[in-house]
T-cell receptor, first 115, second 115 residues
Framework: NAGVMQNPRHLVRRRGQEARLRCSPMKGHSHVYWYRQLPEEGLKFMVYLQKENIIDESGMPKERFSAEFPKEGPSILRIQQVVRGDSAAYFCASSPPSGTGYEQYFGPGTRLTVT | DQQVKQNSPSLSVQEGRISILNCDYT??????FLWYKKYPAEGPTFLISISSIKDKNEDGRFTVFLNKSAKHLSLHIVPSQPGDSAVYFCAASPNSGGSNYKLTFGKGTLLTVNP
């Protein structure tokens, strides 16, 4: 049973480019969460999605960031016009539909570097 | 405003001895707490958790203690093994109000267990 998969594992973008981070949840999981970890910080909640729905995006920066979880395919975290401050590790987690919510399984993360 | 604090960035112990990792929180709405372990280049993996209705939860070599009045919890690992060397994150969940998925993490403590 494959775990949460994220790709790419490492992504380098120049300032002003777009970054697309992908997350495939564990089999049978329909809830996806994105977290960001800045250097020397803990993970910070960004957004919670279910299939085709954004449930809570209270942790997302107001501009340039968007997330989706389509009916088919992985969840995508999209960052437009990246800036140096976006350099961080982005972790995706998933949970089963009947779970407690805090029972989250994390992927290995995508390390975004903005040059 | 850091709601979950891990004040020790690092801890070094000898193999076979006890490791004690500490965590403090400020938000009274938190009532479920989790410890995650993270190896380099991997995502956090769930280790152990505790509900606020308990003051202790034990799983093998790992025990978590919760002092709700002091808003403090600790993770005890005994005996410590070199394979336990990792970053340990404390996380908290508001297990009510429908947002229990929104985990708040501390900055982590790097545990090194020396052979």
């Amino acid at each position: 049973n494959a775990g949460v998969m994220q790709n790419p594992r490492h992504l380098v973008r120049r300032r002003g480019q777009e970054a697309r981070l992908r997350c495939s949840p564990m089999k049978g999981h329909s809830h996806v969460y994105w977290y960001r970890q800045l250097p020397e910080e803990g993970l910070k909640f960004m957004v919670y999605l279910q299939k085709e729905n954004i449930i809570d995006e209270s942790g997302m920066p107001k501009e340039r960031f968007s997330a989706e979880f389509p009916k088919e395919g992985p969840s995508i975290l999209r960052i437009q016009q990246v800036v140096r401050g976006d350099s961080a590790a982005y972790f995706c987690a998933s949970s089963p539909p009947s779970g407690t919510g805090y029972e989250q399984y994390f992927g290995p993360g995508t390390r975004l570097t903005v040059t | 405003d850091q709601q979950v604090k891990q004040n020790s960035p690092s801890l070094s112990v000898q193999e076979g001895r006890i490791s004690i990792l500490n965590c403090d929180y400020t938000n009274s709405m938190f009532d479920y707490f989790l410890w995650y372990k993270k190896y380099p280049a991997e995502g956090p993996t769930f280790l152990i958790s505790i509900s606020s209705i308990k003051d202790k939860n034990e799983d093998g070599r790992f025990t978590v203690f919760l002092n709700k009045s002091a808003k403090h919890l600790s993770l005890h690992i005994v005996p410590s093994q070199p394979g336990d060397s990792a970053v340990y994150f404390c996380a908290a969940s508001p297990n009510s109000g429908g947002s229990n998925y929104k985990l708040t993490f501390g900055k982590g403590t790097l545990l090194t267990v020396n052979p």
